[in-house]
């Protein structure tokens, strides 16, 4: 009993330090920061990443250093409520732009960018009331970059239409489950067209739409989740060829794992206990054996989990990740150039961007140590 006593105190210090650490490593984000983008805004080859203040009314760029840091930090005005960020090429001139939703406000804010990390002037896109996400993609062949819109207020998804210059306008839309939140995009069924994934918080469903093409979506296909499905990830678990699906359910304190058939269909195969009120989540491969694995953020037991993958489907939870840091979402990339796949995690409670570099076994270390933790 005293060896056991002993060795929690030791793993209690250790995660202490690491947090002590970590909290020198926060970069500000403005005020209730509420998702994030990541895309390679100065064209010097690293991930940079964007994050929209909902308290604020602005969205925050961090430019990366390189090392796991961060360069710069400019902020600008989008509209009342911004709740997501999104990252594409807007208007064809192969520089990434950003577009916010902004919910209090109903519209959405265009912002073009300069290839150099700079962005605007800003432009408005409105009546699209309780917009609450925002997807970029190619939904037609050979065409410009359109977007879709979560409303929560009418219940359904709006397709906007890419008219060039950064212009758009509503052309069709779809009626989904009440509360529609999370949208995502993805191939579902193989044939090289984007198809949408939508959660809806009132029935607790996945709604699949899938692409044809032409700028339409065959009719919105329910699937039935846990409680509260938030953020999504998408990735072949059972090395099958079809892509799959996992969703942090934060009603079930776990993450669901749903398989494809390659068609578009998906089926629950699983569900993986984890902290209190999961939210972000996200897919790479954390270990380097060349499965992909999933990294949970939890936000009231405020702890991560790392969820290595087992190439038939399943998933083993590792041991969580003390952050002292409520997490409401988190990207993977390589933020120091190492090779290994880092985190970049947003804390609402510390308003703040917070990098976790990569070990490549798993294991994740604050900027500036060498320090992993488990």
């Not at 996400?133 to 050979?142: E, I, L, P, Q």
């Not at 996992?246 to 794992?257: M, R, S």
């Amino acid at each position: 009993m005293r060896r056991l006593m002993l060795a929690a105190a030791a793993l209690a210090a250790a995660w202490l330090a690491w947090i002590g650490l970590a909290r020198g490593t926060d970069e500000p984000a403005g005020l209730f920061p509420h998702a994030i983008a990541v895309g390679d805004f100065d064209g010097d080859g690293v991930p940079d990443v964007a994050v929209p203040a909902s308290a604020e009314r602005k969205v925050t760029v961090l430019l990366s250093d390189g090392r796991g840091g961060f360069k710069a930090n400019q902020s600008y005005p989008v509209g009342q409520g911004p709740t997501w960020v999104e990252v594409g090429d807007l208007d064809g001139d192969s520089r990434l732009d950003l577009v916010t939703a902004n919910t209090g406000a109903g519209s959405l804010t265009v912002y073009l960018g300069d290839g150099k990390g700079g962005f605007g002037p800003a432009t408005e896109i409105g009546g699209l009331a309780g917009a609450v996400s925002v997807v970029a993609g190619g939904f037609r062949r050979n065409s410009r970059t359109d977007l879709a819109v979560t409303q929560v207020i009418g219940e359904r998804i709006v397709i906007l239409e890419n008219l060039g210059g950064g212009r758009f306008a509503p052309a069709r839309n779809y009626g989904v489950g009440r509360g529609p939140h999370i949208l995502a995009r993805t191939d579902l069924n193989g044939d090289r067209l984007l198809d949408l994934v939508v959660g809806s918080l009132g029935p607790h469903t996945l709604s699949v739409l899938l692409g044809k093409g032409d700028g339409a979506f065959r009719e919105p296909v329910p699937v039935q989740v846990g409680r509260f499905p938030h953020y999504m990830a998408f990735g072949d678990w059972n090395r099958d060829g079809h892509p799959d699906v996992a969703v942090a359910a934060a009603g079930e304190d776990a993450v669901e794992i749903l398989l494809g058939d390659g068609r578009g269909q998906l089926q629950k195969a699983g569900s993986i206990p984890v902290g209190s009120n999961p939210h972000g989540l996200a897919m790479a491969d954390f270990t380097g054996d060349g499965i992909p694995d999933l990294v949970v953020a939890c936000r009231s037991s405020r702890d991560l989990f790392v969820l290595t993958g087992n190439g038939r489907g399943g998933f083993r939870a590792r041991p969580p990740i003390v952050t002292n840091h409520d997490i409401i979402a988190l990207a993977a990339a390589d933020f120091d150039g190492d090779r290994q796949m880092d985190l970049a995690l947003v804390s609402a409670s510390h308003n703040a961007v917070l990098v976790l570099r990569g070990r490549g076994n798993g294991e994740f270390a604050p900027p500036g140590t060498g320090q992993g933790t488990r």
